[in-house]
């Protein structure tokens, strides 16, 4: 059988791989447009601010080296142009000589990736506007920036490519400027009231970030490069790279009559299978199902790339393989933080119609009293009925990664919150607590969904009704006149409660907050064992202020 592959990069050669691996006899051909293949395209950004110091590091596989140990065909710089299912051939251009030919093919994978957007505003012959999609984009931008001696550098898009730039031109010593559409960053993983304190740590960081930018045009001359936004403001800097998000490179396809949807994914069945029998596709350019909501997504990421690979694999050696759908689990470094995410945010919950409900907590990343112990924001979205996890955000400085990758293999798992509480994990004071992280969340949430305590949340507040209610802030008297919510909040604390419950009226129910939620679960508790209607304020005065302060 002869196997054709376009794109040589994480998904096409993971396909090249396997499918060697499962037969030795298949012919096996690659066709890649660009010079490298099976390349880092994640660590690119880390090449620029010279945290990856050497060329060689970014380049996993040579066509070389490929074919030595897989005996794959490569063909770099060797452009797919058209397809013709019919015919089962591939018109080629050989990017080189400019010459074109016809390879035929048994069965044909797509794996194109997604192209960097490049909106109409753009010039398209600004030497000093910058896409980074690529090795040779990685080499333009950094040999740029030394020849010209940059000082200052806009970033527009705040999403995971845009953010590691950020970084990494800090890390050069530039002044940055982020520009971001919406009202945050990372919109696909993290949710506002968490995205917040990334938005902290950039300003920490001295990266200018501006929200709610409409940009309307991007001029440039010998000195600089301008970009012009609907409200009047101009951003002037030494170079400008787009990060405003990827499309699908999915007109091969589509061109060849194979199934697109309205944005632009090539259509693939549960074996990656296309609307052709004989074409497979995978990676950036094709539509997933959501594992968690089951409705159909454009989630371009590497992880599922490589796994889909391996599955296009298995079906072309004649193996009954299926794809069970993507959950989207995403990481990023982000200066002194780490943010991570996995499963729905709780925009996305909310609009796939999930009754659902959340928690935030706030633990360490291990034993407080063993040195370097750093505070973990956690929030975990579950459903109402049965506490199904539906998805998790974390952000802090370390042990993010590892309690993320638990939740991930929980909402594979289709565990419960309930669940949560009972998972075994890894326990000694450098490495964590006696309750782990996520075990916390299990038991704050399993606290919820028992009715041992009713919450409400930070976007509740503004509504109560003062003459309705109590409020009622059991921190200390220290903290509570060091910050509070505000003064209508009466001040018990927790350990005095008992002893003051008369000046708590029983005909109103009772809103409790404390630092993170610990102490006001404990006043409730009180309160209503002793016939108060209470609720606690989910993540208390902390969450909050991290979305309001």
Request: aromatic share 8%.
């Amino acid at each position: 059988m002869k196997t054709l592959i376009i794109g040589g990069v994480a998904g096409g050669a993971s396909v090249a791989a396997r499918l060697r691996r499962l037969d030795e006899q298949a012919e096996i051909i690659i066709l890649e447009r660009g010079e490298y293949i099976s390349f880092a395209n994640c660590g690119l950004p880390y090449y620029i601010g010279d945290v990856i110091t050497k060329k060689e590091y970014l380049v996993l596989q040579t066509p070389q080296s490929f074919d030595t140990r897989f005996r794959v065909e490569v063909r770099v710089f060797s452009e797919a142009v058209s397809i013709n299912p019919e015919a089962k051939t591939v018109t080629v251009k050989n990017l080189r000589t400019g010459e074109s030919y016809e390879e035929s093919y048994d069965k044909l994978v797509l794996s194109p990736g997604a192209e960097p957007i490049r909106p109409a505003y753009v010039p398209a012959d600004g030497d000093r506007i910058f896409k980074l999609r690529n090795i040779p984009d990685t080499y333009k931008i950094k040999d740029y920036i030394t020849a010209k001696q940059c000082k200052s550098a806009i970033v527009i898009g705040g999403g995971y490519i845009g953010l590691e730039m950020v970084e990494n031109l800090r890390r050069t010593g530039m002044d940055v400027t982020l520009l971001q559409r919406s009202n945050q960053v990372l919109r696909s993983t993290l949710d506002t009231d968490m995205a917040c304190l990334i938005h902290k740590e950039l300003k920490k960081q001295g990266v200018q970030l501006y929200f709610n930018q409409t940009i309307t045009g991007v001029t440039q001359n010998d000195n600089t490069v301008s970009v012009q936004t609907a409200d009047g403001q101009t951003y002037c800097a030494d170079m400008l790279v787009l990060s405003i998000g990827v499309a699908p490179e999915s007109d091969l396809a589509r061109n060849a009559g194979l199934a697109v949807s309205e944005k632009g994914c090539i259509q693939v069945d549960e074996h990656l299978r296309t609307s052709n029998e004989d074409i497979y596709a995978l990676g950036d350019a094709i539509e997933v199902t959501h594992f968690v909501s089951g409705l159909k997504a454009h989630i371009p990421l590497a992880g599922p790339a490589n796994r889909q690979g391996r599955i296009v694999a298995d079906n072309l050696a004649g193996l009954d393989s299926v794809y069970k759908g993507t959950q989207g689990t995403a990481i990023i470094k982000c200066f002194d933080q780490t943010a991570a995410g996995t499963g729905l945010t709780e925009a996305a919950a909310k609009a796939a119609g999930f009754d659902y409900e959340k928690v935030f907590v706030f633990p360490m990343s291990h034993a407080a009293y063993y040195p370097n112990a750093c505070e973990i924001s956690m929030k975990v979205i579950f459903t109402r009925d049965t506490g199904r996890i539906l998805g998790a955000q974390l952000v802090g400085k370390d042990g993010v990664d590892k309690r993320c990758d638990v939740l991930a293999t929980a909402i594979r798992a289709n565990m419960t919150m309930h669940d949560l509480v009972h998972l075994e994990l890894c326990y000694a004071p450098p490495f964590s607590s006696a309750k782990d992280p996520v075990n916390i969340a299990g038991l704050a949430a399993e606290n919820i969904l028992t009715s041992k305590v009713d919450i409400f949340h930070y976007h509740d507040i503004a509504d109560l009704n003062r003459d309705e209610v109590t409020l009622l802030d059991v921190r200390t008297v220290k903290e509570y006149t060091k910050g509070r919510i505000s003064d209508d909040f009466i001040n018990i604390p927790l350990d005095t409660l008992r002893n003051h419950l008369d000046r708590l009226d029983k005909s109103k129910p009772v809103y409790v907050t404390c630092m993170a939620g610990l102490r006001s679960y404990i006043a409730c508790r009180i309160l209503m064992q002793n016939g108060f209607t209470c609720k606690s304020l989910c993540g208390g005065y902390e969450q909050y202020c991290n979305v309001y302060r």
